[in-house]
C-alpha cells in the first residue's frame, strides 16, 4: 500500500469514531470511503446499530459487502452525520467534489445530515479551490449548450467520459469537468452555475462540512471549524 492509500484508510477509519449507537449515517463515495465502511462493518458486526444511506451505487454495493444495514429517505428525515471524501479542502473548510461523479446524492446526504464529516489524504487540502477541474452534474440533453454557457463563466467544460464513452452518472446525468482556475468566491461561483438551465448540481460544497480529518499516511489530524 503507498502512502496516499495508507493515508485515506487512516482518515477512513479515525471517521467511524464519530458514529454512535442508533444514528442514521449518510455514506459518501470515493476510495477514502471505502475504509470507513469496512471499518463501520466491522462494528456492526461487533453490536453497533446504525442504518447508513448511500451515496452511490458503489457505495450500496460496499454496504452490502461489509454488512452495513441501508435505509432511505421515504423512512429517515434526518441524518445525524455523513461521512465522505472530497477532492479539495480549503482553509475556510470550502469542497469541491465530484472525482467519482457521485455528486449530487453527496450532496443531498450533507444537506439532510446535521454534521458533515470530510476525510481526505493530506493532499487534498488547498490553499485556494481550482487546481482540481469543478465537477458540475448537467442533464443530458443539450448537454452542449450547457457547457457552452459554462465556458461564458470562465471555464473550459470537458465531457467526462470513461472507456472512452461518455460517463453516465448514478442519476442518468453526464459530468461535465470545469477548469475555473483559481476559485475565488466559491459561493458566488455555484450560484452562478446553478442557475443555469440543465445544470443539476455542482461539485462546490459551501461552508458545510464540520470536522476534516486529514491523515498524511502515518498520523491523523482532526480539524474542526
Ligand atoms: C465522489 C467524491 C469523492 O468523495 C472524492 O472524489 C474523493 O474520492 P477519493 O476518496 O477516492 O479520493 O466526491 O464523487
Not at 477514502?32 to 450500496?60: C, F, H
Not at 458540475?136 to 467526462?160: C, D, M
Request: proline share 4%; charged share 25%.
Amino acid at each position: 500500500m503507498n502512502d496516499m492509500d495508507k493515508a485515506k484508510k487512516l482518515a477512513g477509519e479515525e471517521a467511524v469514531h464519530y458514529v454512535k449507537n442508533e444514528m442514521k449515517v449518510g455514506l459518501g463515495s470515493g476510495s477514502t470511503v471505502y475504509w470507513m465502511i469496512r471499518k463501520l462493518g466491522e462494528l456492526v458486526q461487533q453490536g453497533l446499530d446504525i442504518e447508513g444511506i448511500p451515496s452511490s451505487n458503489q457505495t450500496a454495493q460496499w454496504a452490502k459487502d461489509f454488512g452495513v444495514p441501508l435505509t432511505d429517505f421515504s423512512k429517515v428525515a434526518q441524518l445525524d452525520i455523513t461521512i465522505d471524501g472530497a477532492d479539495e479542502v480549503d482553509r475556510d473548510f470550502h469542497l469541491i467534489k465530484g472525482g467519482g461523479g457521485a455528486l449530487f446524492r453527496e450532496k443531498v446526504i450533507a444537506m439532510a445530515a446535521k454534521e458533515l464529516i470530510i476525510i481526505v489524504d493530506k493532499s487534498k487540502l488547498v490553499p485556494h479551490l481550482g487546481s482540481y477541474p469543478l465537477p458540475v452534474e448537467v442533464l443530458p440533453f443539450g448537454w452542449e449548450v450547457t457547457a457552452k454557457n459554462i465556458a461564458l463563466l470562465g471555464a473550459q467544460p470537458i465531457i467526462r467520459k470513461k472507456d472512452e464513452q461518455i460517463f453516465v452518472s448514478d442519476n442518468g446525468n453526464y459530468i461535465l469537468d470545469c477548469s475555473f482556475g483559481e476559485i475565488n468566491d466559491p459561493k458566488k461561483l455555484h450560484k452562478q452555475l446553478i442557475q443555469l438551465v440543465g445544470v443539476v448540481e455542482t461539485g462546490l460544497f459551501v461552508n458545510m462540512a464540520n470536522t476534516v480529518i486529514v491523515s498524511n499516511g502515518s498520523e491523523v489530524e482532526v480539524i474542526t471549524s
